[in-house]
Protein backbone atom coordinates (compact mmCIF):
# COMPACT_ATOMS: atom_id res chain seq x y z
CA UNK A 1 0.00 0.00 0.00
CA UNK A 2 1.22 3.43 -1.05
CA UNK A 3 0.86 6.02 1.33
CA UNK A 4 1.20 9.84 -0.17
CA UNK A 5 0.99 13.11 1.56
CA UNK A 6 0.76 16.64 -0.03
CA UNK A 7 1.91 19.73 1.14
CA UNK A 8 3.31 23.30 -0.29
CA UNK A 9 -0.41 24.60 -1.38
CA UNK A 10 -1.27 28.45 -0.51
CA UNK A 11 -2.86 31.52 -1.63
CA UNK A 12 -0.89 33.15 -4.27
CA UNK A 13 -1.78 36.26 -6.21
CA UNK A 14 -2.18 35.87 -10.41
CA UNK A 15 1.21 34.96 -11.62
CA UNK A 16 2.77 34.02 -9.11
CA UNK A 17 4.68 30.42 -8.45
CA UNK A 18 3.71 27.69 -5.79
CA UNK A 19 5.71 24.20 -5.26
CA UNK A 20 3.91 21.68 -4.30
CA UNK A 21 5.79 18.40 -2.88
CA UNK A 22 4.21 14.83 -2.41
CA UNK A 23 6.13 12.78 0.05
CA UNK A 24 5.51 8.57 -1.10
CA UNK A 25 6.48 5.90 1.39
CA UNK A 26 5.42 1.99 1.75
CA UNK A 27 6.74 0.25 -0.93
CA UNK A 28 8.80 0.65 -3.62
CA UNK A 29 8.11 2.78 -7.00
CA UNK A 30 10.04 1.32 -9.59
CA UNK A 31 6.92 0.23 -11.61
CA UNK A 32 4.63 2.79 -10.85
CA UNK A 33 3.52 6.21 -12.55
CA UNK A 34 3.07 9.36 -10.05
CA UNK A 35 0.51 12.12 -10.50
CA UNK A 36 -1.12 15.46 -9.99
CA UNK A 37 -4.54 15.90 -10.31
CA UNK A 38 -6.71 19.02 -9.23
CA UNK A 39 -10.35 19.59 -8.10
CA UNK A 40 -11.90 22.83 -8.07
CA UNK A 41 -15.78 23.71 -6.32
CA UNK A 42 -18.54 22.09 -8.39
CA UNK A 43 -16.40 20.04 -10.82
CA UNK A 44 -15.60 17.03 -11.42
CA UNK A 45 -11.41 16.06 -10.25
CA UNK A 46 -8.79 16.58 -13.86
CA UNK A 47 -5.54 15.29 -14.76
CA UNK A 48 -2.69 18.09 -14.13
CA UNK A 49 0.24 15.92 -15.16
CA UNK A 50 2.11 12.73 -14.34
CA UNK A 51 6.07 11.20 -14.63
CA UNK A 52 7.04 7.66 -14.72
CA UNK A 53 8.92 6.83 -12.16
CA UNK A 54 11.69 4.62 -13.59
CA UNK A 55 12.06 6.68 -16.65
CA UNK A 56 10.83 9.84 -15.84
CA UNK A 57 8.67 10.76 -19.45
CA UNK A 58 6.03 13.62 -18.39
CA UNK A 59 2.93 14.21 -19.24
CA UNK A 60 0.98 17.45 -18.74
CA UNK A 61 -2.82 18.58 -19.50
CA UNK A 62 -2.87 21.42 -22.25
CA UNK A 63 -3.93 24.18 -20.03
CA UNK A 64 -0.65 23.53 -17.60
CA UNK A 65 1.82 22.73 -20.20
CA UNK A 66 4.59 25.45 -20.27
CA UNK A 67 3.93 26.91 -16.54
CA UNK A 68 3.73 23.57 -14.66
CA UNK A 69 6.68 20.82 -14.25
CA UNK A 70 6.42 17.97 -12.43
CA UNK A 71 9.80 16.35 -11.20
CA UNK A 72 10.83 13.88 -8.70
CA UNK A 73 13.70 13.16 -6.17
CA UNK A 74 13.97 9.44 -6.45
CA UNK A 75 16.43 9.42 -2.89
CA UNK A 76 13.85 11.52 -0.93
CA UNK A 77 10.56 9.59 -2.56
CA UNK A 78 9.36 13.11 -3.22
CA UNK A 79 7.32 14.04 -6.75
CA UNK A 80 6.97 17.79 -6.82
CA UNK A 81 5.02 19.77 -9.35
CA UNK A 82 6.15 23.55 -10.19
CA UNK A 83 3.42 25.70 -10.70
CA UNK A 84 4.38 28.91 -12.47
CA UNK A 85 2.13 32.03 -14.24
CA UNK A 86 -0.67 30.42 -11.88
CA UNK A 87 -4.00 32.30 -12.83
CA UNK A 88 -7.17 31.88 -11.01
CA UNK A 89 -8.50 28.97 -12.95
CA UNK A 90 -5.75 27.15 -11.18
CA UNK A 91 -7.49 27.33 -7.89
CA UNK A 92 -8.54 23.68 -6.75
CA UNK A 93 -7.59 21.19 -3.98
CA UNK A 94 -4.61 19.49 -5.69
CA UNK A 95 -4.31 16.01 -5.13
CA UNK A 96 -0.88 13.41 -5.45
CA UNK A 97 -2.22 10.19 -6.83
CA UNK A 98 0.04 6.63 -7.38
CA UNK A 99 -0.66 3.96 -9.53
CA UNK A 100 1.23 1.30 -11.85
CA UNK A 101 -0.91 2.16 -14.78
CA UNK A 102 -2.08 5.42 -14.08
CA UNK A 103 -0.64 7.11 -17.60
CA UNK A 104 -2.75 4.47 -19.41
CA UNK A 105 -5.76 3.80 -17.46
CA UNK A 106 -7.70 6.70 -16.28
CA UNK A 107 -10.08 4.48 -13.70
CA UNK A 108 -9.47 7.04 -10.16
CA UNK A 109 -10.97 4.33 -8.33
CA UNK A 110 -7.56 2.03 -9.01
CA UNK A 111 -5.05 4.78 -7.46
CA UNK A 112 -3.44 5.42 -4.33
CA UNK A 113 -4.67 9.02 -3.36
CA UNK A 114 -3.03 11.73 -0.57
CA UNK A 115 -5.43 14.16 0.94
CA UNK A 116 -5.16 16.79 -0.89
CA UNK A 117 -3.89 20.44 -0.79
CA UNK A 118 -5.26 23.45 -1.15
CA UNK A 119 -4.21 26.15 -3.71
CA UNK A 120 -5.63 29.30 -4.07
CA UNK A 121 -4.64 32.09 -6.85
CA UNK A 122 -6.42 35.46 -6.31
CA UNK A 123 -7.00 37.66 -8.93
Known amino acids: QVQLVESGGGLVQAGGSLRLSCAVS????????MGWFRQAPRNEREFVAA????????YYRDSVKGRFTISKDSAKNIVYLQMNSLKPEDTAVYYC????????????????WGQGTQVTVSF
Open 51 to 58: IRWSGGET
Open 97 to 112: AASPSLIENSDYRTYS
Open 26 to 33: GRALDNFA
